[in-house]
């Protein structure tokens, strides 16, 4: 059973537009949810993360929208670059746990 | 934060035969990780290497096929036994700190077993 869902599975973004992702939960233990962005060849890197007890955060052009009532958090990524090309990955931990990704989302931010 | 650093980088393996795969922190961390991913693919948690002793291993995952050694907060090794072209994937070690939720990867060992 897939503990968080991620959707879409691809995404084609002009450069200067806004990608988002999305991605639900239903384990209410949960408490920290990070995003990791991997580049082909690569490890996944921490990218933004988020607790439940804020409903947003921003890093830059990263966002994380998060709405606990309804177990699910989006990342948004605005004026989307051609170095933002990667695939994405949402994640989900309980407190001392290990982590539960995401399927994935393969971004092309075309130029 | 921690760096993590992975040999080898690929590797191309008989069938039959093993491969350990070591994984270095440059910090002492709390928890360290094994995962595999497919290419194209999500990544699927292998076993929880616990220091000086044996590790959690996964559903789907066993010992005597990934055996895991955690000798201190830095270091650890997963072997890959009597490989098959199934277990051609990539592996990563991940290392993280408890008292903040971080983890961080490092950049995978890409097996081919033919």
């Known amino acids: 059973q897939q503990q968080v869902k991620q959707s879409p599975q691809s995404l084609i973004v002009q450069k200067g537009g806004i990608s988002i992702i999305n991605c639900a939960y239903e384990?209410?233990?949960?408490?920290?949810f990070p995003w990791y962005q991997q580049f082909p060849g690569k490890g996944p890197a921490l990218l933004i993360a988020?607790?439940?007890?804020?409903s947003e955060k921003k890093e830059g052009r990263f966002t994380i929208s998060f709405n606990k009532s309804a177990k699910q958090f989006s990342l948004h990524i605005m004026d989307s670059q051609p170095g933002d090309s990667a695939t994405y990955f949402c994640?989900?931990?309980?407190?001392?746990?290990?982590?539960?990704f995401g399927t994935g989302t393969s971004l092309t931010v075309i130029p | 934060s921690a760096v993590i650093s992975q040999k080898p980088s690929r590797d191309i393996c008989q069938r039959g035969t093993s491969l350990t795969i070591q994984c270095q922190v440059d910090?002492?961390?709390?928890?360290m990780f094994w995962y595999r991913q497919q290419p194209g693919q999500s990544l699927t948690l292998i076993a929880t290497?616990?220091?000086?002793?044996?590790?959690?291993?996964e559903s789907g995952f066993v010992i005597d096929k990934f055996p895991i050694s955690r000798p201190n907060l830095t270091f650890s090794t997963l072997t890959v036994s009597n490989m098959s072209p199934e277990d051609s994937s990539i592996y990563l070690c991940?290392?993280?700190?408890?008292?903040?939720?971080?983890?961080?990867f490092g950049p995978g060992t890409r097996l081919t077993v033919l």
């Open positions: 290497a616990n220091q000086g002793s044996e590790a959690t291993y």
């Open positions: 384990n209410t233990a949960f408490d920290y």
């Open positions: 994640a989900a931990r309980p407190t001392g746990n290990q982590f539960y």
């Open positions: 910090s002492q961390v709390t928890m």
């Open positions: 991940s290392g993280g700190f408890s008292q903040n939720n971080e983890q961080f």
């Open positions: 988020i607790r439940p007890d804020v």
